[in-house]
Every structure is written in C-alpha cells, then in structure tokens.
DNA sequence: GATGCAGGTTCCAATGATGGGAAGGTCAAG
DNA sequence: CTTGACCTTCCCATCATTGGAACCTGCATC
C-alpha cells in the first residue's frame, strides 16, 4: 500500500506520515524496489490511532507515550488513565483561559455603542485596563501559542 | 528610557519589543548615541495595549488592526466591535473544540480501571473510536495548532 | 585609568505541527 | 512511448516566542 492510500485509509497527510516517521513517532517504513514506502494494514491502524489521539488534542510526545502503552500487552491501564487524565487538566486550564478571556471581552463588547462614534470601553480597556466601565478581571496566564 | 525598562513597565519582553519594531507592528524605536533604543511613556503605552490585547488573545495581525483605530481619533467604534466579536467568536469556537475533546476523553478516563491490569477503554477507543463502552462522537473539526 | 558587570545591540536558530513547492523518479493506462 | 498521477527528498514558511553567541555601552568600584 502506498503513502496516498494509507494517508487517506488513516486521514493522516502523507506529509504527516513522512514526518512521524522522521521524528521517531512511528518506525521506518519498508520500501518496496522503486523506494516508495510500502504500509500494511496495521501500519494504517497505528496511523488511525495517531490521528484519533492528534483529535483528542494529545501533543506528538503525549502520543508517543500512548503508542508505547498501546503496544505493550503488559500495560497497566493506571499508566494510560493517568496520561489521559494530565491531558484533560491541560485542555481545563486552556478552556479556563480561553473562557476568560471571551467572558472579559463579551463585557467589554456589550459596552460598545458600535456606531459610527469613536468613544470604544474595548480600546478604553485595552489601554487601561479595569478603567473601563464594565471591566472584568485581567486573563493573568498566558496563553503562549494557540492560547 | 532603555528597553529594559520599558519591558518591565509594559511586560513586553525586550526581545518580543524588538519582533514587533521588526515586523513594522510598532514604528522604529528613537535611537541614543550610543545604538540604544529610547522609549517614551508613550510608548511604554502602547506596548502595555499590545500586551493586553495579546492577553485576550488577539493575534498580532488583529493587534495591528486595533492599534491602527487606538491611533485613529475619528474612528467608528462600530469597526472595533466588529473585530473583537470575530474574536470573540474564534474563541468560542476553540473552547467548543476543547469541550468536546475533554468531554470525550473524560468519557473514557470514567471507564478506565487504573490499575494494574492492561485492559483500557481508552486505548480501546483510540484504537477503534466508538467500539470503546461509553463512547461519544469523536471531535470532528481538527484544532491545529495549540487548539 | 582599569576592570567588571549589567544590560544593550545584531544575527541565527529552535520550538510544534503542518502545509507548500521544486526537482526528479516510478507506475499504470492509453 | 507518452501522459498524468503518484512517489521521493529537500528546503521554506507559518506564528509567537525564547535562547544563545559575539560584541558594544554605561556605570560603579578599585
């Protein structure tokens, strides 16, 4: 089976399989004579498995953890749920950020007339913050990349 | 005042300051004698508006935007509103992906045993979405990138 | 004056996951 | 045998941010 055929059987990219395959995520896959790689019906599950865990937001490295335990038949699912369970703490402190910030930005919008004026409490806030009138709590944690 | 002043009035760090004089979002610093770049509390000003504004998760591209009406006193608050609920809508719309992510996986961590035994419904789902016992739809817009 | 340190300057590289594209080889159908 | 679809590798870009190297300046202390 060629790359396009186990992309679109796994609905990972080609390019996506390249790189997990260069970074170590998934083994070296067998070539066949013209040097194409050549993927089994279980390579496209793993691919399958990467592409369900990259949907439930798990990092690269996350992932990898993840493939180790799912290969290994003496796993103890402790190791898995405990995994699981630091990604859903990470997606909470995400969604709490992203909420306040939506929440400070709703108030500040609800206060503007959005007319042709220039008075805005959204700029007001933004270069002071808490001096407009309906102002909330500043977000504090940043949010670095894709907040 | 030198950068580093400046960085800590504003909490920009001095290397995001000299990005953004880099890539035009805010002009070209004043220059002392001796190379070093000289603030104003002007600018200091305007570096705590982006720093706020990147604290509610404005991208630099809509920060620009923003900072182009902060500058223009004639401008339509209306324009302003506007560019903060697209925001607040790209917000919304990357919580409901966490949302869906956590509360699927969540879903699954409440059926994993944790404990010694390798038996996971969380590898289970992962390997075949939906065969897993208490499965939910999975997340279906992908959330690149810091989703 | 000399020395040292804090802090400034530029430039280059890396991050994470992904997409885009160029230059060239392979395969199947016509 | 040609055509077009698909594969290969390699490099570049994204976005915001950090880190480091190599070098220069400002100020205080000896």
């Known amino acids: 089976m060629n790359i ?11 390019k996506m399989i390249r790189y997990y395959e260069q970074t170590g995520l998934i083994p070296k896959a067998d070539r066949k004579d013209s040097g ?4 089994s019906p279980s ?16 990092s690269v490295a996350e992932i ?22 630091a990604h859903i703490a990470q997606l909470q402190e995400r969604i709490e950020n992203l909420n306040q910030m939506a929440a400070t930005l709703g ?22 913050p808490g001096a407009a009138p309906a102002s909330v709590p500043a977000a504090t944690g940043r949010l670095r990349h894709r907040p």
């Open 64 to 85: 990898n953890d993840l493939l180790s335990l799912w290969r290994d038949k003496a796993r103890q699912s402790a190791d898995v749920k405990r995994i699981a369970q």
């Open 43 to 58: 390579d496209v599950h793993m691919l399958r498995f990467i592409r369900r865990a990259r949907d439930l937001g798990f």
């Open 36 to 39: 194409y790689r050549d993927y």
């Open 107 to 128: 108030t500040l919008v609800d206060c503007c007339a959005g007319d042709d004026r220039p008075d805005c409490p959204i700029l007001a806030d933004l270069e002071e």
């Open 4 to 14: 396009g055929q186990a992309s679109k059987a796994s609905g990972v990219s080609a």
